[in-house]
């Protein structure tokens, strides 16, 4: 497309500079004389500018179009030469500015193409552009329609050359330059407008960016500057709407039902109770009406305004006011208690806690509370319905939490068999044809979820499906993605002897490799993070006693210890003291220790985390990208697979789709640090049969709800997609 175009618009150029006949070069002063030669040497310099030896400059991928073009471009610049030393009506002075504006605007496109912001196909036309403006400047007319009727890049450097910038109709013409810029990058046009807020069509450009961009316009509109107030002024219906509730106080609470309030279906006044108690269930409730609402637009490919805004307040008050209070009362048995603040939610209200809070809410909170209250409320236990009823908005997420959950056959059984399948079915279609991976993702690390071996066939028959048909369609994106998931897939049946790292040209995911971990002295650095609530000093006391023994040496420190092995391959372990943590001073202890590796250059290639789920982001956002080998070892780590690689994209994580145990963690943190003090590679299969033997009883089952990373399909489907995509 582009060489057609190319080639199109030279023959264009041609045609439009060829009606022009050379005129005779009168003679030239001498006083004159170098700047003629300055042009001359201009174009000469054009002509080398892709080869130094060229004498033509290539517009086109032809050569006798080339000569042709190149030829009429000589020809219009000797005109325009000739013009001026053959004028009766310009004086000496006057000379010497056109001579030089004609060589101006020349090194104004060298420069220009250096910079790569002119294409070569616009030299012919640039060329014919000046003379017309020319005629125009030396009639004392304006140069508007020149601008208007070429290029951006065109009209840039012809208002700024030395003869034109004083030019009549140089406002208009930069008005229309901002018209074009506009037009050109349609996702920037309030920044460009931040800085022309009085432009001549900064109208009809806001109302543009309106409906581009809602949530920009707000925050444009808010502000104490001239464009703020512009947009202020603006008379359209939505303009005036979102400037309203940007100088409103509570403009915020407001936002998230833009869409409804500019099509008359809600009114400020309706809203506006609920806004004075935004903590009420009756706000939470709005939002979640209006989410089911646009769900069923969105499925018809009809985006609602400011819909992410609403998803996020929606998600920001489930968190707030619902998610947050009964993950805080985990330790409450007394169900009816904790889960007393979901008393007031209906199904759907339910459902969207569960699908917008994912990782936030603890397993607990979902297992115990808010799954079994979803079908409690419901007339009749039926997952078809439910689904229904929020038009299967974010229907493959909940199938996700399903599955992480250990929940998927309960929901798949409260539906009809064909539903069911067909659910199924629709979970694994179309995952190329999202702006993102969430979804694909999700499939994986459901497929590894699951144990009923038809739901596996099912995902597994309905990926080779959609494999067949994106190489049918040739949709490459797609053929990347299913061929990576059945490769994973078939990979977890051990019959099929497929190894998955060299299948995928990814590193090993069945071991890691001793050596990858040690640094240039041959050292196994790990790092520990330590909490300092009631269960953190006991975990972290059992920790040290598993290490007082002859092949270890403790050493304390005021905010960490640190535990260094005394036989076999050089390992120290660091770990932050659980210190208070209503002082904070578990948080100071683990700034510490973080200062002490970095100033150390001590890079941690095995990190750990030890504490509750609501400490896990805060590890998280601590983590040494040094890391390979990380275990997150709380409630529902498994749902934070993605906020850890995108820090280690590469790293091998051991994680709990349920309960977190110390005692699992510990057998975890024995069996590594050992196998690595021997300078053992971490062979996860063997590894993990060794604790299975250890653990029974309750122990065993929550061992068994621990993912080790060679079955951990969401992060090794993310690390083979990125292969992938880099190989292609």
């Not at 019959?495 to 995928?504: F, K, P, T």
């Not at 956002?621 to 590469?650: E, F, T």
């Not at 300078?679 to 993912?707: C, H, I, M, Q």
Request: glycine share 4%.
């Amino acid at each position: 497309m582009k060489q057609l175009y190319t080639t199109i618009a030279g023959f264009l150029c041609l045609t439009l500079i060829n009606a022009q006949q050379e005129l005779p070069m009168p003679v030239i002063p001498a006083m004159r004389e170098l700047h003629h030669e300055y042009i001359l040497s201009s174009l000469r310099n054009i002509a080398r500018l892709e080869n130094p030896r060229d004498s033509l400059f290539p517009i086109t991928r032809d050569a006798a179009l080339n000569r042709s073009i190149n030829q009429s471009i000589r020809i219009r610049v000797n005109n325009m030469r000739a013009v001026v030393e053959s004028s009766t009506e310009l004086d000496d002075n006057a000379k010497y500015r056109w001579l030089r504006g004609i060589n101006d605007m020349l090194t104004s496109f060298q420069s220009a193409w250096q910079a790569r912001i002119i294409p070569n196909v616009m030299l012919p036309v640039l060329v014919k552009a000046y003379g017309e403006a020319m005629q125009l400047q030396m009639k004392k007319q304006s140069i508007e329609p020149i601008i208007a009727a070429n290029e951006l890049e065109i009209g840039n450097i012809l208002i700024d050359n030395f003869c034109l910038k004083e030019n009549t109709g140089i406002a208009a013409a930069r008005d229309i330059l901002v018209l074009k810029t506009c037009q050109r990058d349609p996702e920037n046009i309030l920044k460009i407008l931040s800085r022309f807020p009085n432009n001549k069509y900064a109208d009809s450009l806001i109302i543009r960016a309106a409906f581009r961009n809602q949530e920009e316009l707000y925050n444009y509109a808010a502000a104490p500057n001239a464009l703020g107030q512009k947009i202020q002024s603006v008379n359209h219906p939505l303009v005036k709407l979102i400037g309203k509730l940007a100088l409103m106080k509570t403009g915020r609470m407001y936002f998230p039902f833009l869409d409804d309030l500019y099509t008359g279906k809600i009114t400020l006044d309706q809203i506006t109770p609920l806004v004075a108690n935004e903590s009420s269930d009756a706000y939470y409730k709005l939002l979640v009406k209006t989410r089911i609402g646009y769900a069923d637009r969105i499925h018809h490919n009809d985006t609602p305004m400011a819909v992410s805004a609403l998803t996020g307040k929606l998600r920001g008050k489930a968190i707030e006011l619902y998610i947050n209070e009964i993950n805080a009362l985990h330790d409450e048995n007394n169900l009816n208690i904790r889960f007393r603040k979901l008393d007031s939610l209906n199904a759907q209200e339910l459902y969207y806690l569960a699908v917008l809070g994912e990782e936030e809410i603890y397993t607990s909170s979902f297992v115990s509370g808010v799954y079994p209250r979803i079908f409690a409320r419901m007339k009749k236990a039926d997952g078809e319905q439910l689904l229904a009823s929020v038009n299967n908005d974010f229907y493959k997420k909940f199938i996700k939490m399903s599955a992480a959950y250990n929940t998927l056959d309960d929901f798949l059984r409260k539906m009809p068999p064909a539903s069911a399948e067909k659910l199924m079915r629709n979970f694994v279609n179309d995952l190329d044809r999202t702006s993102n991976l969430e979804d694909a993702v999700d499939v994986a690390d459901s497929y590894a979820s699951i144990y009923n071996k038809q739901i596996r066939n099912l995902i597994l028959t309905q990926v080779q499906k959609n494999l067949d048909q994106s190489r049918q369609q040739q949709r490459k994106r797609g053929q990347i993605i299913y061929r990576l998931l059945n490769v994973i897939f078939q990979s977890m049946d051990s019959s099929n002897r497929i190894d998955v790292s060299a299948q995928l040209g990814i590193d090993p995911i069945y071991f890691m490799p001793d050596s990858l971990l040690r640094d240039e002295k041959g050292r196994v650095i790990i790092q520990q993070f330590f909490y300092g609530d009631k269960d953190g000093g006991v975990v972290f006391n059992a920790f040290l006693n598993k290490f007082r023994n002859n092949n270890w040496r403790i050493v304390q420190k005021p905010n960490w210890v640190e535990v260094s092995s005394v036989k076999g391959a050089p390992i120290t372990i660091y770990a932050n003291k659980p210190l208070d943590e209503t002082l904070d001073l578990d948080a100071l202890a683990q700034d510490s220790l973080n200062t002490y590796l970095e100033e150390n250059n001590l890079k941690p290639t095995v990190v750990i985390h030890r504490g509750h789920s609501y400490y896990l982001q805060q590890t998280i956002d601590q983590l040494a990208p040094s890391a390979k080998v990380i275990l997150l070892g709380s409630c529902g780590g498994y749902q934070k697979l993605n906020s850890v690689m995108s820090i280690c994209p590469a790293a091998h994580i051991i994680s709990s789709k349920q309960v977190g145990t110390g005692i699992i963690n510990q057998g975890l943190v024995d069996a590594i640090s050992e196998r690595l003090r021997q300078k053992k590679d971490l062979n996860w299969p063997t590894l993990w049969g060794s604790l299975e033997a250890r653990f029974n009883g309750s122990a065993k089952e929550k061992f068994d709800d621990y993912v080790p990373p060679h079955k951990n399909l969401g992060a090794i489907f993310i690390m083979a997609y990125n292969k992938a995509i880099a190989g292609s």
